[in-house]
């Protein structure tokens, strides 16, 4: 027999997800059975971004029909003890509200029933009395002395203040030609997976155990702040993942609150709770990156090479420094001069809190932040000293030769050609991109070119969080590094192999990869090899490190995978060679066979030699004690804890990408238009090429929304105003153009396979390269995301004169920051405006005319107070209405004005009812309306409130006008009067 050996690594092999995928197949956590009698939930969220809760009365929700339960941050604290924060500070970090809210959407009480159907009508009857406290949005304002203080005793918004100094930095700063600067604002936005949260928990009294289906990205250092927040030891605890998730981008890390929430509730009613997220509280309360505000300053020679950089960055961590934040801020501690050899460095990072959601780990994490300023600045520096942007970046670039490169702040560079990869990238290129640009603008359209080099860190070292903390303050709390990874491999009785990885995937083909890695070592198909990657504490083998964020599956997953296989192959090969009576380094595995090497009739199936130990372990040889199953652990020895300095080699691998752009802009609609985008991989040792493609162009088109469309909006009083995605906005294939992907391979000296991470560089490297063409286009010094075509239809135009000021429309009514509505229209009445006014003014009238109305109550002759039910696309809820009649004009007008609060938000306004005769005996209502709208109702967007204002307007007058002029009788009323003996 010869012998054929096939490596499956390198190629772009079926993916043996896509099958059930593609065919509806795919079991997510919605998909899964439930045990009979499962409970589920709706959750109750605050429509004020700071408030004190002063009362919840659950009375009339918990008497209501099918209603198991209803539980409110009282109850949870009773069973619960806060979060553990990622930064020791004097603020209890709740799941849910317990005495005061602090952004829009944050839970205040949950309705367990039934169905989801009863439990959402509950959350209707639970009636929650706020006192709401000013709120604070921005993180600079956050800083002022004067600014609302989130946690009272914190005594700050400032939680954590650090400096670092690594080298000389003032003595740089001192000797350079020039110092070049940049402010930079960056927005928050989200990773908006088309799979929303979803918990199913489960509590045993018996054994104080609580059982946890949610579909949880990791880490699984989480594990252990959910076991304390739910006041259990770790291994009771039991968290298990479905096969299947639809995205998460890193986003479904944030799952962990509700976690404890459903947990709790589970405990509560003593059966299973299953609770599903919508897209609104997903968009208004989950996972939401860092926005963050950095000044960047650098000490530039005159020919442009950077001696020091300057940081200054001011993270918004939102209400809570919920774990692992501010990891956002840290993770990228180690690569804050980027590609570029910069040995001094000095750094100030501060960690504040505003009344917005928590923040947590959304794809590239840290990394757009940093490079958004840092290649912005790379950009300033070659235009202020009229230099070209790529002589810039070349005369900086780490060189070639220095690899293992260790930077100023301690990160440690495996390998890596970065002057390679740049020239490759813009060879025949860039002369083609120019040749456009000089054409456009002699035709006097906007064209320019963008430039953005990057370092990619994947497998995150668990250490670099503690950076935050001083030296003395992690000498106290005991060292922590490492990226522990996980992979068991198992051959059954028949020879038959599986791989379990702590992994947990999202989608990305992990189960194909490892079948190609372990199939390798085994020579086997790779379809002979059954991987399963979803994952039970219980059961799997796990560690705190395990999970799927930072890019850490093709370094440190499959290297694992490849080492459990290896274990197990190298004692296969012992068995082989003493049944086959050759020395073991002879024994190759290839084609389904193991075989001596040079010696094609010494051959045995693989099937026969990997079952022995089931079989006949009798016959194993000395040295092997079982083939049944491997496992390994791996941590690499380069992540090691934060120095006494503060260095810290925040990541295992670092890749490199290269940008380059043509973009050209329409000052008019301000749209941008990409002509050209070419990127620049090295990603170590490829192993799916295939998929490393599509990690690629999903991150581009990722960061194409982060670039013009994505920002997650909050006014000036934190209602959350971007809660559907009529407002928040994503691209679709139509907005995402076609890009060039190049690749040159510098395998990893310190991974198994030779590989790194490639799913995050696009979403850090992109952004920036865009904005650099739009500046370069514009011609512009400041510009930040989203670069809507607003904004750079703004940045086009010359400043407009001042609009005169009796043309400017009154101030909207309502608070600041409100989501503003304004409204005309007229509508006509067969009545005179005497049987108008009187309708007006009447209690029963109203109750019957009002949309939604459950009832009237008449203070005064003028002053009313009603209880309504009203829905807005998606959002339905009952409010409680305060109207008021004044500047009375009897029977020609009034001026109305009113209020609504509720458990999904608030709303006030004042409008003119002005009644006009027609002449034929009917009238004319005109109106004219001014109204304000904040909470959760704010957050679905623009065009579904004005809409809905308009419906909402038309339906009173229309039923006022079939009250004011009856028509033709019903059929029921014209059949009772011809049973009557009357004609109708």
């Known amino acids: 027999m010869k012998a054929e050996t096939i490596l499956w690594t390198g190629q772009s092999v079926e993916r043996v997800e896509d099958a059930a995928l593609l065919t509806g197949r795919g079991r997510f956590i919605d998909d899964l059975g439930v045990r009979p009698g499962t409970l589920h939930a709706a959750i109750l969220r605050s429509p004020h971004a700071h408030a004190d809760i002063l009362a919840v009365d659950a009375t009339a929700a918990a008497a209501m029909p099918g209603v198991a339960a209803i539980v409110t941050g009282r109850d949870l604290a009773r069973l619960t003890t806060p979060m553990v924060a990622g930064l020791k500070i004097a603020a209890e970090n709740w799941p849910m509200a317990v005495e005061r809210v602090r952004y829009v959407g944050e839970p205040v009480a949950i309705a367990i029933a039934e169905t989801r159907y009863l439990a959402e009508d509950a959350l209707d009857a639970v009636e929650v009395e706020y006192a709401p406290l000013k709120a604070v949005v921005d993180p600079m304002a956050s800083l002022r002395p004067d600014a609302p203080v989130l946690h009272e005793k914190a005594g700050a918004n400032l939680v954590s203040d650090?400096?670092?100094?690594?080298?000389?930095?003032?003595a740089a700063f001192a000797a350079a030609d020039r110092t070049v600067s940049v402010k930079i604002a960056y927005p928050r936005n989200t990773g908006a997976p088309m799979e929303t949260f979803g918990v199913v928990a489960e509590y045993d009294p018996h054994e104080?155990?609580?059982?946890?289906?949610?579909?949880?990205?990791?880490?699984?250092?989480?594990?252990?702040?959910?076991?304390?927040?739910?006041?259990?030891?770790?291994?009771?605890?039991?968290?298990?993942?479905?096969?299947?998730?639809?995205?998460?981008?890193?986003?479904?890390?944030?799952?962990?609150?509700?976690?404890?929430?459903?947990?709790?509730?589970?405990?509560?009613?003593?059966?299973?709770?299953?609770?599903?997220?919508?897209?609104?509280?997903?968009?208004?309360?989950?996972?939401?990156?860092?926005?963050?505000?950095?000044?960047?300053?650098?000490?530039?020679?005159?020919?442009?090479?950077?001696?020091?950089?300057?940081?200054?960055?001011?993270?918004?961590?939102?209400?809570?420094?919920?774990?692992?934040?501010?990891?956002?801020?840290?993770?990228?501690?180690?690569?804050?001069?980027?590609?570029?050899?910069?040995?001094?460095?000095?750094?100030?990072?501060r960690v504040v809190l505003t009344n917005k959601a928590p923040t947590g780990l959304v794809r590239g994490f840290g990394g757009p932040q940093v490079y958004f300023a840092l290649e912005r600045l790379m950009q300033r520096i070659a235009v202020e000293l009229g230099l070209a942007p790529l002589d810039v970046i070349r005369r900086n670039l780490i060189p070639a030769d220095a690899f293992p490169y260790r930077t100023a702040t301690g990160a440690l560079y495996d390998s890596g050609d970065y002057q390679q990869a740049l020239e490759l990238?813009?060879?025949?290129?860039?002369?083609?991109?120019?040749?456009?640009?000089?054409?456009?603008?002699?035709?006097g359209r906007h064209y320019g070119i963008g430039f953005a080099a990057a370092v990619e860190p994947s497998v995150s070292n668990m250490g670099y969080i503690t950076t935050v903390l001083t030296a003395e303050e992690r000498r106290?709390?005991?060292?922590?590094?490492?990226?522990?990874?996980?992979?068991?491999?198992?051959?059954?009785?028949?020879?038959?192999?599986?791989?379990?990885?702590?992994?947990?995937?999202?989608?990305?083909?992990?189960?194909?990869?490892l079948a190609q890695v372990v199939a390798d070592i085994f020579g086997l198909p790779h379809r002979e090899v059954r991987v399963i990657a979803d994952l039970d504490t219980g059961k799997d083998a796990w560690s705190i490190a395990s999970g799927n964020y930072s890019s850490r599956f093709a370094a440190a997953v499959a290297g694992a995978a490849q080492l459990a296989?290896?274990?197990?192959?190298?004692?296969?090969?012992?068995?082989?060679?003493?049944?086959?009576?050759?020395?073991?380094?002879?024994?190759?595995?290839?084609?389904?066979?193991?075989f001596a090497k040079g010696n094609p009739d010494k051959t045995i199936p693989f099937g026969r030699i990997a079952a022995l130990s089931h079989w006949s372990p009798a016959l194993l040889p000395e040295g092997v004690d079982q083939t049944i199953r491997e496992t390994a652990f791996w941590t690499p020895p380069e992540l090691t804890a934060p120095t006494e300095g503060?260095?810290?080699?925040?990541?295992?691998?670092?890749?490199?990408?290269?940008?380059?752009?043509?973009?050209?802009?329409?000052?008019?609609?301000?749209?941008?238009?990409?002509?050209?985008?070419?990127?620049?991989?090295?990603?170590?040792?490829?192993?799916?090429?295939?998929?490393?493609?599509?990690?690629?162009?999903?991150?581009?088109?990722?960061?194409?929304?982060?670039?013009?469309?994505?920002?997650?909006?909050?006014?000036?009083?934190?209602?959350?105003?971007?809660?559907?995605?009529?407002?928040?906005?994503?691209?679709?294939?139509?907005?995402?153009?076609?890009?060039?992907?190049?690749?040159?391979?510098?395998?990893?000296?310190?991974?198994?396979?030779?590989?790194?991470?490639?799913?995050?560089g696009n979403c850090m490297s992109t952004p920036v390269c865009l904005a650099n063409a739009i500046a370069d286009a514009l011609n512009v010094a400041e510009i930040n995301l989203p670069l809507t075509p607003a904004k750079l239809a703004a940045l086009a135009a010359r400043p407009e004169p001042p609009q005169p000021e009796a043309s400017?429309?009154?101030?909207?009514?309502?608070?600041?920051?409100?989501?503003?509505?304004?409204?005309?229209?007229?509508?006509?009445?067969?009545?005179?405006?005497?049987?108008?006014?009187?309708?007006?003014?009447?209690?029963?009238?109203?109750?019957?005319?009002?949309?939604?109305?459950?009832?009237?109550?008449?203070?005064?002759?003028?002053?009313?107070k009603a209880e309504v039910t009203l829905g807005v696309g998606p959002v339905k809820g009952r409010y409680k209405a305060e109207i008021k009649l004044s500047d009375l004009d009897e029977p020609r007008g009034a001026t109305l004005t009113g209020s609504v609060s509720g458990a999904l938000g608030t709303g006030g306004g004042a409008g003119r009812v002005t009644l006009t005769p027609d002449g034929a005996g009917g009238t004319v209502i005109g109106y004219t309306y001014e109204a304000a709208v904040g909470g959760k109702v704010a957050a679905i967007g623009g065009r579904l409130l004005d809409g809905a204002a308009k419906a909402i307007i038309g339906q009173f007058f229309a039923a006022l006008a079939r009250k004011a002029a009856p028509g033709r009788p019903g059929v029921l009323a014209r059949l009772r009067a011809r049973l009557s003996g009357r004609r109708a």
């Open 208 to 349: 104080d155990v609580y059982d946890i289906l949610a579909n949880f990205q990791g880490p699984f250092s989480i594990h252990t702040v959910l076991a304390r927040a739910l006041k259990v030891p770790g291994n009771r605890l039991r968290l298990r993942m479905p096969p299947e998730s639809g995205g998460s981008f890193g986003v479904k890390q944030g799952v962990a609150p509700y976690a404890v929430l459903i947990g709790v509730a589970a405990r509560i009613t003593g059966r299973p709770v299953k609770w599903i997220e919508d897209r609104l509280e997903h968009l208004g309360a989950a996972v939401a990156a860092t926005n963050r505000v950095t000044t960047l300053k650098a000490a530039v020679s005159a020919d442009g090479r950077i001696s020091a950089l300057d940081w200054d960055q001011v993270e918004d961590c939102g209400a809570y420094p919920r774990a692992p934040e501010p990891a956002t801020l840290y993770r990228m501690h180690g690569n804050m001069t980027g590609a570029y050899d910069i040995r001094h460095v000095a750094m100030r990072n």
């Open 808 to 864: 400017r429309s009154a101030a909207p009514v309502g608070r600041p920051g409100d989501r503003a509505l304004r409204g005309e229209g007229e509508a006509k009445v067969a009545a005179a405006p005497e049987a108008i006014w009187a309708m007006l003014l009447d209690v029963d009238t109203l109750a019957s005319i009002i949309p939604g109305c459950h009832g009237v109550q008449k203070l005064s002759d003028t002053h009313f």
């Open 425 to 443: 990238a813009v060879s025949g290129r860039l002369a083609e991109l120019e040749r456009r640009r000089d054409e456009a603008r002699a035709a």
């Open 565 to 594: 296989a290896t274990r197990l192959r190298d004692k296969l090969a012992l068995i082989a060679a003493r049944q086959l009576k050759v020395e073991p380094g002879q024994i190759g595995f290839a084609g389904g066979a193991v």
């Open 646 to 760: 503060d260095e810290i080699n925040s990541s295992l691998c670092h890749g490199f990408i290269f940008d380059m752009a043509g973009v050209e802009v329409d000052p008019v609609s301000g749209k941008a238009r990409i002509d050209r985008y070419v990127t620049m991989h090295d990603c170590g040792r490829v192993l799916h090429p295939g998929m490393v493609e599509g990690q690629i162009r999903g991150g581009f088109a990722q960061a194409l929304g982060a670039s013009f469309y994505e920002e997650l909006a909050y006014a000036e009083d934190g209602a959350f105003l971007t809660g559907t995605f009529a407002d928040y906005l994503l691209p679709t294939a139509t907005e995402t153009p076609d890009i060039e992907i190049l690749h040159i391979e510098t395998p990893s000296p310190f991974t198994p396979l030779g590989t790194k991470g490639v799913g995050e």
């Open 162 to 170: 650090r400096h670092f100094r690594y080298g000389d930095p003032e």
């Open 476 to 513: 106290k709390a005991g060292p922590k590094n490492g990226a522990q990874a996980t992979a068991t491999i198992s051959i059954d009785p028949v020879g038959s192999v599986s791989v379990h990885a702590a992994s947990t995937p999202q989608g990305q083909g992990h189960r194909t990869v």
